[in-house]
């Protein structure tokens, strides 16, 4: 299994465009599976349930990355808030706000990317772009010191069909630039576009994706 991953990661690297940052999302996989990423020199680790990113935290090396990639529910920030390193699916003002409270009482300034709904399923979280729109245009997010929005993350459609994926990862890539544009201009750190997963990401990479989130191409199915 070592080997195996070892190999999938430089596999992985070798193809990704430098620029590309991986991300391990190592979701429902026992800490000795990221511990043989980590020894191949994989230090991103991506998470989407509170209490499985906190212990594996405490359980593994503390210059691990780790990224919080799931829905995130407001009550528990708390938990993650000391050491997490990136958000990714931050959907509503009234998570980003209490994220704001929870970085200040530790004393941090927490990088989020907002979170886009683009895909044809109606179960994805995330802001719709009129809605994102709106948020951004309301304007309270700028008076939260401790939370720095970075950029843009969003899931495509789950269908074979790649020019829908395809859409959809163009369609995030517009509003970033939109976003950049009207409320970013002076923000030189909202530069991260994180889209996708082991199925799509070499289309999302040349749709303008940055950050690339890949967990079963690197440590097999999931067992839940
Ligand atoms: C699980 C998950 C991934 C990784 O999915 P794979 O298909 O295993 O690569 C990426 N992004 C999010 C938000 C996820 O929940």
């Known amino acids: 299994?070592?080997?195996?991953?070892?190999?999938?990661?430089?596999?992985?690297r070798a193809e990704l465009p430098a620029s590309v940052k991986l991300v391990a999302v190592s979701k429902f996989h026992p800490e000795a599976v990221l511990r043989a990423a980590y020894d191949a020199g994989q230090r991103i680790f991506g998470e989407s349930r509170v209490?499985?990113?906190?212990?594996?935290?405490?359980?593994?090396?503390?210059?691990i990355e780790w990224h919080f990639i799931g829905h995130l529910q407001p009550n528990k920030v708390k938990y993650i808030a000391p050491f997490v390193k990136l958000i990714h699916?931050?959907?509503?003002?009234?998570?980003?706000?209490?994220?704001?409270?929870?970085?200040?009482?530790?004393?941090?300034?927490?990088?989020?990317?907002l979170q886009l709904h683009v895909a044809a399923e109606e179960t994805k979280f995330g802001f719709t772009p009129e809605?994102?729109?709106?948020?951004?245009?309301?304007?309270?997010?700028?008076?939260?010191?401790?939370?720095?929005?970075?950029?843009?993350m969003c899931m495509a459609t789950n269908t074979?069909?790649?020019e829908r994926v395809r859409r959809d990862f163009?369609?995030?890539?517009?509003f970033y630039k939109e976003a950049k544009r009207d409320y970013f201009s002076y923000?030189?750190?909202?530069?991260?576009?994180?889209?996708?997963?082991?199925?799509?990401?070499?289309?999302?990479?040349?749709?303008?994706?940055?950050?690339?989130?890949?967990?079963?191409?690197?440590?097999?199915?999931?067992?839940?």
Not at 58 to 63: I, N, V
Not at 89 to 113: F, G, M, N, T, Y
């Open 131 to 152: 809605e994102c729109r709106a948020m951004l245009s309301g304007g309270e997010w700028r008076s939260l010191q401790h939370v720095a929005i970075v950029g843009i």
């Open 160 to 162: 074979e069909n790649q």
């Open 51 to 63: 209490q499985e990113m906190l212990s594996k935290y405490e359980a593994l090396p503390k210059d």
């Open 170 to 174: 163009h369609e995030a890539y517009m």
């Open 1 to 12: 299994m070592v080997t195996e991953i070892k190999e999938r990661l430089e596999r992985l």
């Open 187 to 224: 923000s030189p750190g909202f530069n991260e576009r994180s889209w996708g997963m082991s199925h799509d990401y070499p289309l999302a990479v040349q749709e303008g994706a940055n950050i690339v989130r890949i967990g079963t191409k690197i440590f097999g199915p999931r067992e839940y």
């Open 89 to 113: 699916a931050v959907d509503s003002l009234k998570l980003l706000a209490e994220i704001d409270k929870q970085a200040r009482r530790c004393d941090r300034v927490i990088p989020c990317l």
